[in-house]
């Protein structure tokens, strides 16, 4: 029930009064009558103000205070300049902060449009409270359908929506700038931020286990913040930070989408697609205008996206898993193959996608050399696997899962991939190499001893992954007429692209976030489904002969595993006191 709320009377007046408080007209204060009077002391009261019950245990002092709605049991002490139109909800604490100030109608950073990808802003992406990686990445890589569908509807929701603008619940603001505009969720703690501009800190955790913090040193504006964290510098313009992400350590970021537990130190990022799972821990790093997820990059690792003609136009697609050594260098636009290292310097735009888990190098001239498959051999490879879902922040939290994602190394786009590249490798193997003895193919060159070794490398991890997938009775059968044939990997959920084009008949955002939700929980089903479809006569062994296969497979990256802990030991022994 609402409290009942009364203006001081004569004795709370002279009390505050003689506590240092003061007011123009205390008939526009009201303030709930079992209140403790004497912990108001240096107060300020402006226009007009409601106080919830203030207990000898809370203080409110050393403040200015106006257009303010304060419930119960708030600290407020030691303000700068002013609190000017706050809802501060009960047992919020504010201390030692310079200002925290709302504008009629702001949204808090909802709806800011983010120039991803393209720098020049032709694929916005609009950001709000439970944006997913597969909206998002829906709006980035579909501009057109994005503008003349999504954009009136998000717009419509939007409308619909309540924008609060204060301290939630058992949230803490301390030792803080500015702050204008920027609406602090339920337990959210904000703790030395020099200055933050329109935005919306989000925490979605059960009570005691929120992940959403702002700390020391951070300058942001335009921005949302859910469930993620920055921290220790970091600078942030007109960007997203979801379910688990950091950035810290004087990390720069500017247009960019950061999704589940992505990791950021010390480098910068512009226009990124970062989907889950994206690290970058180095200074001198610089990601610009190229889409991620799983990836994992070297120091000085960058990338280019201006020619000097049109602008910076020019993007990317890094698919999942690409690694990127210290010093690569990337000229966009490119599209880099899943699980893939990227090594050198690269100006010839590859397109490696139909050769997944491979060493790129970059030669003299910049032009890409390419060694297929030959990642497979590594048994980092499936110590990747493993350590992404333990890695998970959002777990333990009781978070409503925005970001869907599937870790398998293995699957049907990968896998696909591999099996296209063995059809590429037989036509390139028929052709003479050129003079200098490479054979070359879509801006990347190479040697026919790699095609050979890629095309046995690529046979062992499909029957590996058929391995973990069929019965012992044999292959699947289809049992659907839905169309499996061709996937797509929408920032780390894998689904069939039928589901894509469902997604983009919806009317709602809700429809299309439970959509791709269905297309999760499916995921094993409809991936049986599509080896049912997929694999013809030629893979169809035997379980004990497919088992084979996938015996080499586990003995190869064995062999990797013991390789590499014998030479770390060789190391270890040579650099011994």
Known sequence: ME????????????EMTANGCRCA?????????HSDFSRFRNVSFEEDNSIGLITENDIIENARIRNCRIWDNVTIRNIGEILDNCDIQSRARIENTGSIVYEAESRCGVGTEVAVLDETGSRPVIIFPG???????????EPKWSENHLHPILMDFLDTQRYFAGIGEDAVVENCGKLLNVSVGREVIVSGAVSLKNGTIINNAAPGRALAFIGAGVDAENFIVEDGRLDS????RNCYIGQGATLEKRFTAHDSLFFANCSLENGEACAVFAGPYTVSMHKSTL??????????AGSGTNQSNHMYKLGPVHWGILERGVKTSSS?????????GAFSLLMGSHKTHPDSSQFPFSYLFGDDRGATVVVPGVMLRSCGLMRDEQKWPARDRRLKRKLPMHDRVVFDVLNPITVEAMLTALDVIDDLLSRPADDDRFLRYRGMKFTRASLERARHLYELAIYKYLSTRIEDHGFPESKSDEDVSSWVDMAGLLIPRFYLEEVMKM?????????????????????????????????????????????????????DRRRY?????????????
Do not use: C
Not at 131 to 141: E, G
């Open 3 to 14: 409290p009942t709320y009364i203006n001081p009377g004569a004795r709370e007046i002279a």
């Open 25 to 33: 007209d205390w008939t526009r204060v009201k303030f709930n009558p």
């Open 131 to 141: 944006l997913t990686a597969q909206v998002a990445l829906l709006m980035a890589r």
């Open 233 to 236: 510098g970091a600078l942030v």
């Open 287 to 296: 990601l610009i205008g190229v889409q991620t997820s799983f990836m994992n």
């Open 328 to 336: 690569s260098y990337l000229m966009l636009g490119a599209k880099i």
């Open 507 to 559: 009317e709602r955002i809700e429809d299309m976030k439970e959509l791709f939700d269905a297309a999760f929980n499916r995921y094993p089903e409809l991936e049986r489904e599509w080896i049912a479809t997929r694999f013809n006569d030629r893979w169809h062994k035997s379980k004990e002969v497919i088992n084979s296969y996938a015996e080499d497979f586990d003995r190869m990256i064995e062999e």
């Open 565 to 577: 802990l014998e030479d770390l030991a060789a190391q270890n022994d040579m650099l011994k006191l």
